[in-house]
């Protein structure tokens, strides 16, 4: 089945605690991206793939890292997590760039 | 400026009826695609229907159709016959620079809450 997998699905963790939210696709898509969705804000671009070891940013990244070591693989990194990157995360991919994206279902992060 | 503009918060619609949900995009590109996204209280994001820039008919997709107003700069969904199914968050989003190797980024809308009742 064609998917996009993120986990964790939920995660609690404290102030700086560096953690690591993984995303996989199994559709051989060059293009992955991460998103942040808050109430009445919609959905913001984070950070985005156009394939392997290329990475760019979009347009809330500060605070973010990711990598994209393999096709497959786009992990989005938090090294020092704070409360206002408390937030639902949803990771993606699309074919080529005018195709929908793929969402994955998200991973709720909260930050205390 | 908002590149996406969903001005309906909220929107009730009665089981059956057709419902339209607005959106406005703003861009100076050429080649750029409109997307409508589902958002079920579950919370996955559905993709629904796609319409390009360049696109001579306006898109439909089973009981989804775009009602593509390019002068205007408008996207509205309509939904056909709504079932209870149908409630949900629905997201507009636009890509840009498809032609010039852009294309990188998806801007979403805020989106509009839509509730069907019987």
């Known amino acids: 089945e064609a998917q996009v997998t993120q986990n964790p699905r939920y995660l609690i963790t404290v102030t700086g605690k560096k953690l690591t939210v993984t995303c996989s696709q199994n559709?051989?898509?060059?293009?992955m991206s991460w998103y942040r969705q808050d109430p009445g804000l919609g959905l913001r671009q984070i950070y985005y793939?156009?394939?392997?070891?290329?990475?760019d940013k979009g347009d809330v990244p500060e605070g973010y890292k990711v990598s994209r070591k393999e096709k497959r693989n786009f992990p989005l990194i938090l090294e020092s997590p704070s409360p206002n990157q408390t937030s639902l995360y949803f990771c993606?991919?699309?074919?080529?760039?005018?195709?929908?994206?793929?969402f994955g279902n998200g991973t709720r992060l909260t930050v205390t | 400026a908002q590149k996406i503009t969903q001005t309906q918060p909220g929107m009730f619609v009665q089981e059956k009826e057709a419902v339209t949900l607005d959106c406005t995009y703003d861009?100076?590109?050429?080649?750029?695609?409109l997307f409508w996204y589902k958002q079920p209280s579950s919370g996955e994001m559905i993709f629904l229907i796609y319409?390009?820039?360049?696109?001579?008919q306006n898109a439909t997709e089973g009981r989804y159709s775009l009602n593509f107003q390019k002068a205007r700069k408008s996207a509205n969904l309509v939904i056909s016959a709504s079932q209870l199914g149908d409630s949900a968050m629905y997201f507009c989003?636009?890509?840009?620079?498809?032609?010039?190797?852009?294309?990188?980024?998806?801007?979403f809308g805020t989106g509009t809450q839509l509730k069907v009742e019987l």
């Open positions: 993606a991919s699309s074919r080529i760039t005018s195709s929908p994206l793929h």
């Open positions: 559709m051989n898509h060059e293009y």
């Open positions: 793939s156009m394939n392997v070891e290329v990475t």
């Open positions: 861009t100076s590109d050429p080649s750029y695609g």
């Open positions: 319409q390009g820039s360049y696109d001579q």
């Open positions: 989003a636009m890509r840009e620079g498809l032609l010039t190797g852009g294309g990188n980024k998806l801007t």
